[in-house]
């Protein structure tokens, strides 16, 4: 990797990944993390012994080139898909020892998702979107569309509650989506490709958007990106091949 002015380039062997441990405590720690699919009847060693930790109120973007595990980590990671071998620790507590039902009630919880395509139900406006989360989680209506209300003001759309997605740009849709994986007020936010399928002004848009409320809120930001403009707007690059984490690059100190 080559070094750039706005980050230190730090080589981490590849089966131990990135400690972490200048910066602060961690709320997310994978040790010697193992995934494998079966494709044509072959195993697929998508994630091949991960190792890394995440910092309570860190912004940290995973890259490399396509088929290397990044997706696979994020979803091993956020507890949507099991392992095979190694430990994952949220918040303290191991995620993959959770039966289904507490895992499923702590991402619903403690957890947010911004995904490339939005994932919108076209049926239901801007409103109705956001605060179906917190109403599929038993909390009331009233309650749920004031929360709702307020991520929509965060996310600079308060004035388009009422729209349906077809009736909202593409920038618009996707500030739908954070609000949406905002409303339950998540320690952890989880993006895959969050602005793949935008223009370079409105994925600029999002990222001034996601850094800011990353800044406020002191939420923890994990974010898989092709994008390396969007890639160096974190504190730090994950970059990944092959199924292992090659090394890291530091843009600005936590807290910076």
């Not at 091993?76 to 898909?81: A, D, I, T, V, Y």
């Not at 995620?95 to 039902?101: A, F």
Request: contains cysteine; hydrophobic residues 35%.
């Amino acid at each position: 990797m080559s070094s750039r002015p706005v980050g230190i380039d730090i080589e981490a062997a590849p089966q131990k990944g990135t400690s972490g441990e200048v910066r602060g405590e961690s709320i997310i720690v994978a040790d010697d993390v193992h995934k494998t699919y079966a494709a044509a009847g072959q195993p697929v060693h998508a994630l091949r012994g991960v190792s890394l930790s995440v910092s309570r109120g860190e912004m940290v973007t995973i890259m490399g080139p396509s088929g290397c595990g990044k997706t696979t980590l994020l979803n091993c990671l956020s507890g949507l898909e099991t392992i095979e071998q190694g430990e994952i620790f949220v918040e303290g507590r191991s995620i993959h020892d959770m039966p289904d039902t507490e895992r499923t009630d702590h991402r619903a919880r403690r957890m947010g998702f911004v995904f490339q395509f939005y994932n919108l139900l076209p049926v239901l406006s801007a409103v109705e979107n956001v605060e179906l989360p917190l109403l599929l989680a038993g909390v009331g209506q009233r309650e749920s569309r004031d929360r709702a209300m307020l991520a929509l003001e965060q996310v600079g759309l308060a004035d388009w509650a009422g729209h349906r997605p077809a009736q909202l740009s593409g920038g618009q849709r996707q500030r739908v989506t954070i609000a949406r994986a905002l409303v339950n007020d998540p320690a952890i936010v989880w993006g895959d490709e969050p602005t793949g399928d935008l223009d370079s002004t409105n994925a600029g848009q999002i990222m001034d958007l996601l850094e800011g409320l990353n800044r406020d809120n002191n939420q923890t930001f994990v974010i898989v990106t092709h994008d390396e403009n969007i890639g160096r707007r974190a504190n730090r690059t994950i970059h990944m091949r092959d199924g292992l984490i090659e090394g890291e690059t530091i843009h600005r100190q936590l807290g910076g």
